[in-house]
Every structure is written in C-alpha cells, then in structure tokens.
C-alpha cells in the first residue's frame, strides 16, 4: 500500500506503472472516493464540534431550554450516526482500491508485456549436454526408488508425492546446506509459523485485493474453527503460508524499530503449501509444481534508502548464485521486465535451474524488493535519530526451495547407467559420491 499523499502527487507515473502490470484499478476513481472521504470527515467533525457547543451550552441553561437543547443534541447524534454509517462505506471503497495500488518499477527496469520481456544478467554456463539419451527426474525417481507419485496422489491427491531413501538426505541437504551458508551471510535463522491469520498474507501482499479471493489467490484456507484457551470458539480465518516471508515479515507488525538496529536479516525455514489455481493444466506431472514443499526464505530489512536497500538486494541475489554453484547445475539469473512485476515490487530477478527435461530454464527462486508497500500494510516503521519515524524498506528472496533445484540436481548429475552423482557439497548429508539403482 501507497501513501495516499504520495498517490494524489504521483498520478501520472501510477497510472504508467498500473498499465504497465496488467493490473484493474480506476486511479480516477480512487481520488474521487479519497475526496469524498475527506469531505465527509470534515463535515463530521463540524457536527461533532456542533454537538460540544450544544452540550456547553445545555449545561449552563435554565431549566426549561433543557429540553430544547437535549432534542438538538439528539437531532445532531442522529446526523453524525448516520454520516459514519455513510463514511464507513466509502472507507471500505477506498481500501479496496488502495490495496491495488502498484508501487513504480525502478528506472532501470526492462520494459516487457509479460515474462518474454525479462532479460537475462548473467548465465554461470551454458546447458547440460549428455552423449546419451537422457531420462527426466520422474523416471530417474522411479528407477532409483526415489520418490513415489503414484502413492503420493493416492494419499495426498492431485500432485501428491513421497520423497523417499537417498532423496530425503538429498533434499534436506540442499536445505541445511542453504541455512548454514545464510547463516555465514548475516541472516539469523528462525522456523516461523505456517499457520497465519489473514492480516499478515494481506499485508505482505498474498492476496489480490483487501482479502481473500479462492477464485485467484494461490493459498489454502484452513475451514476448520479453533477454540481460545479459554475454550471459546474463534471463528477467525486462518490460512497456510505458501512461503515463510509472511510470517518473517509480520513478526515486526505495529512495531518501531531503532534505526541502529537496521538493517535486519532474517533466513526462515518451513513448510510451504500452495494451491496453484492459476496453474491448473500447466506442469501436471512430477515435481516441477506441486502443493507443498519446503524451502529456506530470506528475508531483509532497511532503512527508507534506495541504495542501502539495493546493496541488500543484490546480496540476497549473490548468495542465491553461490548455492546454485554449490549444486553444480547451469543456472541463470533474470532481470523482470514492468510486465511481469506484481503490484507491490519495485524490483525483482529470478534465478532458473537448466532442467534437461523440459530443454529449458525452470525457475528455482526469486529476489524482490517492495519498498515500503509492504511495511505501510504491516505497520512497520522505524525511528531516526531525530526521533522521526518513517516505514521501513522490505525484501525477500528465495535461498533454496526443495522441489526445483532437486529436479536440477537428479536430470543434470545422471549418468549413462541411471544412477545420480551427488554434488559434493552435498555428499555429506548423503552419505555417498553416487546414487545407484538398488540390488
């Protein structure tokens, strides 16, 4: 979310940026219901003074004006009760409106309609090449007793998986190995809740609007209610995260953090679920896009400075390269282009795997800066050495994920004979050089 101030002064540029990211919003609009609703905020605030005056008034009258100044204080009661009833309306217009709001793309940004118009920044090589026919990772799974789909659908339905035998060290190795060298970054280590209530997905941007929409936000709502500790029913909705960056976030809502204590570098491990509703029909087989996985976030926190947040940015950035190095697989890091950035971010670069099956980059993660779009929803703001407090700079970026990269790792390290060469960071979580096909 924007500053209403900035908004009214920036129209030009926000109608741009609203073109320019796809996105459905009358900015006209907008300032119509933002001059209504101040309008309406005076006038109640002239009743209520009206109404003072008439209560001072009433408490030094004689006895028999009383009445007449008791019926004028109920008369202008009535007036405000209903222009609150009329104010609460056009709020709830505006903050639907408002949480559409883009923030403008950086200057330097790409200008595209869609992902054709990204630009790749750097390639570590150039794709895997095999003198021999290569198998994709659901058949390298299957031979090497890796991960079980079928059981997996049966059980958990519509890309359900088993990730089983050397493939569970694997996959916790990628993510350990992501921890510990994140931890060596700077970012300190925290398993966050993944069960959150609606005002962190919304206020770190996982919904489209003001609140939840099963018809286009990729998230699962929890359906069930839950008792207080006082055995009470909560009917409060609840919903999984489908990455840890919101519930990092969130763990500073309504806060004022020192500036001396900036900036903040968080890395989360947990669990992520994801509906992908979008998605339907796309990547139906395997473990390119599933429903749950686990995955190590990063998240950073700065001052309200462009290049203190951009220094941050590009760290995040670097250490996602030395981990894709670390799984010895060719990779490549991607500029978003305007059409491609969703509302809140001013920037964003994606990191993609080779994946020899798809003769194609596969997305593995992504680094995004929101500056303060996301802290205005969340209320996070920091407080200089004047003793000003402005909104902190928020961003994230993806360390590891479990799925993608494990794809990488099985199609790129496959030999001739099926089995799988461990990358050697990783062969201690493993245990072994090579996974072989059993007996």
């Known amino acids: 979310m924007l500053d209403i101030k900035y908004i009214r002064e920036h129209v030009d540029g926000l109608k741009k940026a609203i073109g320019q990211k796809h996105i459905e919003l009358d900015l006209d609009k907008l300032l119509k219901l933002d001059e209504e609703r101040r309008e309406m905020i005076g006038l109640i605030d002239e009743l209520r003074s009206e109404r003072k005056k008439n209560a001072d008034a009433s408490a030094g ?17 009535e007036k405000i009760s209903k222009q609150e009833d009329e104010l609460a309306i056009l709020e709830e217009q505006f903050e639907e409106l408002m949480a ?6 950086a200057p330097d940004t790409p200008e595209g309609e869609d992902d054709s118009g990204n630009l790749e920044i ?8 095999f003198k021999f026919i290569p198998k994709d990772h659901i058949e390298l799974a299957r031979n090497l007793d890796l991960i079980d789909f079928e059981n997996g659908a049966r059980v958990s339905g519509y890309r ?50 003001r609140k939840f929409n099963p018809d286009i936000d990729e998230v699962y709502k929890i359906a069930n209610d839950e008792k207080s500790a006082e ?23 309504d806060q004022v953090i020192s500036v001396d ?32 996985f686990m995955k190590v976030e990063l998240i950073a926190i700065t001052p309200a400075d462009i290049e203190v947040a951009d220094g941050l940015h590009k760290e995040m950035v670097d250490l996602a390269k030395e981990l894709h190095d670390d799984l ?34 596969g997305e593995t993660g992504s680094a995004s800066n929101f500056l303060d779009w996301q802290a205005r929803r969340l209320n996070v703001r920091y407080r200089e050495k004047g003793g000003s407090t402005r909104y902190v ?13 494990l794809i990488a790792i099985l199609e790129n390290h496959q030999t001739k004979n099926g089995s799988i060469k461990v990358p050697k960071t990783l062969r201690p979580y493993v245990g072994k050089k090579e996974i072989k096909r059993k007996g």
């Not at 350990?176 to 609606?198: C, D, R, S």
């Not at 055995?231 to 500073?252: H, M, Q, R, V, W």
């Open 100 to 105: 559409k709001v883009p923030v403008i793309p």
């Open 231 to 253: 055995g009470t029913l909560k009917k409060e909705d609840k919903f999984l995260i489908g990455t840890a960056e919101p519930s990092l976030l969130a763990y500073f809502a």
């Open 261 to 292: 204590d900036l900036p903040i570098k968080l890395c989360g491990f947990s669990q992520c679920y994801r509906s992908e509703i979008g998605s339907y029909g796309r990547d139906t087989k395997g473990l390119y896009r599933v429903h749950e």
């Open 160 to 209: 359900g998986y088993y990730v089983k035998n050397e493939a569970v060290m694997l996959q916790m190795g990628l993510l350990m190995h992501a921890l510990q060298k994140a931890i060596k970054h700077g970012f300190k280590p925290i398993i966050p809740p993944t069960l959150v209530k609606e005002a962190v997905l919304y206020g770190s941007g996982y919904f489209a609007g």
């Open 328 to 361: 010895e697989v060719p990779y490549r890091i991607i500029r978003m282009c305007t059409g491609a950035l969703t509302a809140g971010k001013y920037k964003q670069f994606d990191y993609e795997a080779w994946t020899p099956s798809r003769n194609g980059w």
């Open 122 to 129: 750097f390639r570590s090589q150039e794709p895997t090449t």
């Open 393 to 405: 700079y928020m961003l994230n970026a993806t360390a590891l994920p479990s799925p993608r990269p």
């Open 61 to 77: 009258a004689s006895n028999d004006k009383k009445e007449k100044f008791a019926q004028s204080g109920r008369e202008l009661k």
